[in-house]
């Protein structure tokens, strides 16, 4: 059983930057890869960003490849998501979530059902 609890959101101009943060409890995220997901009201889920369990490796949408980055730090315990020059369009409940079920996998998973726990989520509002 892996808790994820995620934090740092909030209300925010348009222009502005956020650090998302997501710290994992329960288990180790180290042989498992975790990526980040949104949701906007009367959407569905988005996939945002993703690492590999040792970080070498991440895969965004080209969408968000200029304005997204991911990091990890595996002896935290965490992943974190930084978001630049945000966006109205950007407004949604941000999740991470990690893949319990492959070890120490090559790829970074972009399907929510390939993730096997999640956060509660974090609210980001993007305010003109």
């Known amino acids: 059983q892996v808790q994820l609890v995620e934090s740092g959101g909030g209300l925010v101009q348009a222009g502005g930057s956020l650090r998302l943060s997501c710290v994992a409890s329960g288990r180790t995220v180290n042989p498992y890869a975790m990526g980040w997901f949104r949701q906007a009201p009367g959407k569905e889920r988005e996939f945002v960003a993703g690492v590999r369990w040792d970080g070498a490796s991440t895969d965004y949408p080209d969408s968000m490849r200029d304005r997204f980055t991911i990091s990890r730090d595996n002896a935290k315990n965490a992943v974190y998501l930084q978001i630049d020059s945000l966006k109205v369009g950007d407004t949604a409940v941000y999740y991470c979530?990690?893949?319990?079920?492959?070890?120490?996998?090559?790829?970074?998973?972009?399907?929510?059902?390939?993730?096997?726990?999640w956060g509660q989520g974090t609210q980001v509002t993007v305010s003109s």
């Open positions: 979530a990690i893949q319990t079920r492959y070890l120490w996998h090559f790829g970074t998973p972009r399907a929510p059902r390939e993730y096997d726990y």
